[in-house]
């Protein structure tokens, strides 16, 4: 899951009026679409301070160094939280601040000299957060389809031993969607933004925070503020991190039921409790997401692990429909502790509630994703004709180019694209877009590399590629769509969408199942994965065009950091997949990964390639219900409740949370989540002007800073001095946490 994000900080140019009202109103607040539209047009660039120095290359070594480094730290912090728990966090908002307190040192230390020194404006900020976004980029892929490939044995190796094709696999990802996502911007940000009404919540936080940390004196203090916050929290939570796999038992994890049951002498009720993953966890990642992601989205994860752990999962296995394992059959003592969470022998034997839960978790956050998608049909409607308009008028030009003359259909429809008067004026020069020659050049030598590149390592023929590719494309235009809109992009339900699709395109065709789930899962990753990246970087184009970042300077960062991540990414997970085995082992009882997008994805190949697995019966049935539930809602919401009527929505369940607590594989992070968001909700009470100054510096440094801890108890882990050697498990059941 990709978290909300919202802006730290809004100094608007003292000199207008007008904004110093908008200023009382929304200085440091969530970007709120429908208030910031009556009173501030956010489908132009924004007014900067006019005392700033004139920026004539942003595109600068230190920019681009600086973005790199910390788009490694969320990088890796990505990968350690995605196998962990399934989130992954955005590096917009660390990379703006952490990046600025970085450059501004630079540049009062280094005064003139070359690279280092010069001045530091807002543009050159969104240069460290673009080449941040593209370095912190396609880490999904592998906490989610690269794992469930070895966990179902369809690859043979380690994955140190298969290196090179998962960098050749992350290189094909990432600059197709690099590729293939340049054109978007005109459409999405230029030609349709202001009719759709295409906000982009997050990204225009971040230019709302980036310019407020260049308004002046005053700016440039607020923005020290919030790096000292940053940091602060960043070094707490890698400083807990690290030193909680000495002690994970009191540092970390909490396990009151196990103390009971240790306090009765093995003789109370309280392991029941345990089994179902009842206890506390210090995790700083997961309360500073719940301090981003707010009271309602916290609340409904939580109550869907109630309904999900509490519930649903115990008269499962009450009435025999799932069953449990136990932990410790030959130790009396603890002979009452469970697991609820297996997946292995699946087809095999009666399922685990997770199996069960697994069902309708998934089809949930798709038919939320899809009825957000169809109410929106009239929106969809006007995209689809400015994109049919926008390719007569790239065809109009290139006849005119190679015949001299104009094609008399494609001009109409050349014509009534350009008289388009909702288009908002692109800021850019011409000389500052991105030649169209280099993004069609390198898209079309991705494709082919990607052809060769699947059908050579990874046993995919070209014809399942080119449709990945299709894929990828679709799912990115809707994901930019929907996420412009709700700051929420559907990729778990595109990624499951295509893994149907894929498990529909391999039947029948004489696959074995070990290669029809391989190229499931490799093919659902391409598609999911550019989706992934192209969201990402248009949502950075965004940014860039309300500061008034050249897009081919931004363009060029954006691919210095995505080459950095094809490197990176599969380096971080050589280095966890060798730290801890069992998170290529779907049959592991014992984890500290958790790995649940690792085990959809694996529980999805499985369903649609093995005829032996299947999906309960009971499980299909609720997940249909719940799907007609979820639909409802979403019809409900959006032609019912408008109006006087709209503020009942501020109260509807948040069914994608919901349905990621299904898919979790414990309650565990629901439950910090739930203290996040409370803490931030009291802290708003407290002093709003104090949330508003640290409140969302403080929840990225605790995401980041525990993701890095995560990266270094894997470094002590392959060097033998980690805490399962030098450390305890006090206060842990059957002496394991």
Known sequence: ???????????????????????????????????????????????????????????????????????ALVNASNLYLGLKTGFTFSANIFGSIFGYGIVKLMSKSCHNWPILGGTFGPQENSIIQAAATGAGGIAGIFVAGIPAIYQLHAIDGTPKQNFGPLITITLVCSFFGLFFVTPLRKFFIIRVARELKLLFPTPTAVALTIRSMHAGAAGAREAISKLKALALAFSLALIQRVASYYAVGILYDWHPFTWIHIWSHGTSWALNIESWGWYWEWTPAFIGSGILIGLNAAISLFAGAVLAWGLIGP???????????????????????????????????????????????????????????????????????????????????LSIKMKGSPSPFFERQANMYADDPNMVA?????????????????????????????????????????????????????????????????????????????????????????????????????????????????????????????????????????LISVFLAPGLFVLFSTAYPCILDGAAEHCPFG?????????????????????????????????????????????????????????????????????????VFTTASLFGALVAFAWRKWKLSSFELYGYAVAAGFIAGEGLGGVIGAVLQIAGVSGDVLGTNAGCPANQC
Request: with cysteine.
């Open 595 to 667: 790995v649940p997008s690792v085990a959809a994805w694996a529980a999805v190949a499985q369903a649609v390639t093995d005829p032996a697995v299947k999906i309960p019966w009971s499980s299909g049935i609720f997940s249909i219900v719940m799907a007609v539930v979820v639909v409802a809602q979403v019809v409900v919401r959006h032609f019912y409740l408008v109006g006087e009527r709209e503020w009942v929505r501020n109260y509807l369940p948040n069914w994608g949370a919901i349905a990621l607590s299904f898919v979790l594989p414990s309650p």
């Open 426 to 562: 692109d800021s850019a020069r011409p000389e500052d877009q991105v030649p169209m020659w280099q993004w069609m050049l390198g898209l079309l030598v991705s494709i082919v590399v990607g052809i060769i590149v699947f059908h050579y390592q990874w046993g995919m023929n070209p014809g399942l590629t080119i449709l990945a590719c299709l894929l990828g494309f679709l799912f990115s235009f809707l994901a930019i769509q929907i996420g412009a809109v709700t700051d929420q992009t559907p990729l778990t339900a595109a990624s499951k969408a295509s893994q149907l699709v894929f498990g529909a395109a391999t039947a029948g065709k004489g696959y074995a199942i070990r290669d029809a789930q391989r190229i499931n899962l490799v093919a659902g990753g391409l598609a999911s994965g550019a989706a992934d990246v192209g969201t990402s970087l248009t949502s950075d184009f965004r940014t860039g065009f309300l500061l008034g970042t050249p897009p081919r300077k931004q363009w060029y960062a954006q691919a210095m950091g995505t």
């Open 315 to 397: 008269v499962l296995v009450h009435y025999g429909e799932c069953i449990g394992k136990q932990v410790m059959p030959d130790d009396p003592y603890w002979s009452s502790l469970y697991t609820f969470a297996s997946l292995s022998d699946l087809g095999h034997e009666t399922p685990s509630p997770r199996y069960w839960l697994l069902w309708p978790g998934v089809l949930i956050m798709v038919a939320t994703s899809i009825a957000e998608l169809l109410v929106q049909y009239k929106v969809l409607g006007h995209a689809g004709k400015a994109a049919w308009r926008a390719m007569c008028s790239g065809l109009n030009s």
């Open 1 to 71: 899951m990709a978290a909300t994000e919202v802006h730290e900080g809004y100094v608007p140019n003292t000199s207008d009026p007008t904004e110093e009202k908008i200023d009382e109103k929304y200085d440091d607040i969530k970007v709120d679409e429908k208030e910031l539209e009556e009173e501030l047009d956010l489908y132009v660039p924004l007014k900067l301070d006019p005392n700033l120095p004139h920026e004539p290359n942003p595109l600068t070594v230190r920019a681009v160094l600086v973005g790199i480094v910390l788009g």
